[in-house]
């Protein structure tokens, strides 16, 4: 599982611990809070030219994993 989240990391001096895609300070959260307001993934990836495909399907999945009841650890970077 987690070789399939290898794009999700966490510092805990940047972006005040959460988790953010490749090291950047776009966190997770605000991926996903972006899908929930109804932008389309390609949206998304057009306002935010730095982000994968690859990185909105990570975001996903680490947020299936969550509400799952499989626990999932992220190390730290």
Known sequence: MLAQ???ITVNPN??????????MRI???FVLKLLASNL???EVLE????LEDEDI?????YAA???S???VGIPSA
């Open 47 to 50: 306002a935010y030219p730095e």
């Open 69 to 71: 009841d499989k626990i």
């Open 5 to 7: 989240l290898d794009r």
């Open 40 to 42: 389309s993934v390609q």
């Open 27 to 29: 966190t997770v959260g």
């Open 57 to 61: 399907r990570q975001a996903l999945n």
């Open 65 to 67: 994993w969550t509400v």
């Open 14 to 23: 940047v972006s005040l611990g959460q988790l953010t895609i490749r090291r």
